[in-house]
């Protein structure tokens, strides 16, 4: 197989449409066209079946895909590989959960641009279940996800401990006043993949509340401004709710250890190869995990972050 045919069968797929990935591919139809043909006739299967709307996968591209991702990984991990010398350069991608970059990751990101100015570090935000699929799929160097995490193709290292709390408005200053409450309640959560989404519903279950509305949201600050403002009730790490502009509006509520105790843990596929700057990242993680949660960079190291589509850059 070319390695061209598969990053153009990867970004069909991704488009779900010839000409949307031609577009992406900064190349004309024709071109994808003929390497989808190339590579179908290469495997001996279909890989798409075509649509008034675009191209969907067949059964057998649904089972290429994550070879695909893995294969334009390994040629990207081979080149950065060969380019390493010793001095930490180039590009790399860490995953995160929101929880982690808004109270865990400033004092690393510091670090490490201090540490490592030649490279561009980019941290794209996710869900748990999403995040894991993207290292397996070599789309992202590393990422911090919700603990405990066991897989024969990760390389699992502990980051941090949370303690979850329940958040409430200042309607309930206690558990037992939410039992005791008949009205119907909300569940302010982040979507589906989310490791403390699935705590909080297993949290409403225990005390009493199993039929309960979910609201899904995309930021920290939405969802805590919303329960600050009586709109439903959620479940997230203490150091968060202890750093939000809303804290003064908020009760918090200590919960069971078995929901409340909530690992953050980091994830590489065991089979890449460290490069200098993932090494160096490693040490930023490792001295910052001892030092408390700071959400603000170290004194006299300049950190810059610029929020793009899907992913937080720090060059």
Known sequence: MEMADLTTFAAVARCEGITRAAKELHTVQSNVTNRIRALEQEVGVRLFERHSRGVVLTSAGVRLLPYAARAAALLQEATAMARDDGEASGTLTIGTMETTVAVRLPPVLARFSALCPAVELVVRSGPTAELVEKVLDGEIDGAFVAGPIDHPLLRVERAFEEELVLVTSRRWPDLAALRNDRAPIAALMFRTGCSYRQKLEQLLVQLGK??????????????????????????????????????????????????????????????????????????????????????????GQNLAVHLQPGALVAP
């Open 210 to 299: 199993p039929a309960f509305k979910r609201l899904e949201f995309g930021s920290l600050d939405g969802i805590l401004g919303c329960v600050a403002a009586d709109v439903g009730i959620t479940l997230l790490p203490q150091h968060v709710v202890d750093r939000s502009l809303s804290a003064a509006d908020l009760f918090v509520h200590q919960v069971d250890v078995n929901i409340a105790r909530a690992p953050t843990v980091f994830i590489q596929r065991r089979e890449a190869c460290e490069t200098s700057a993932m090494k160096a990242f490693g040490q930023c993680v490792a001295s910052a995990s001892g030092l408390g949660a700071s959400p603000y960079p170290v004194a």
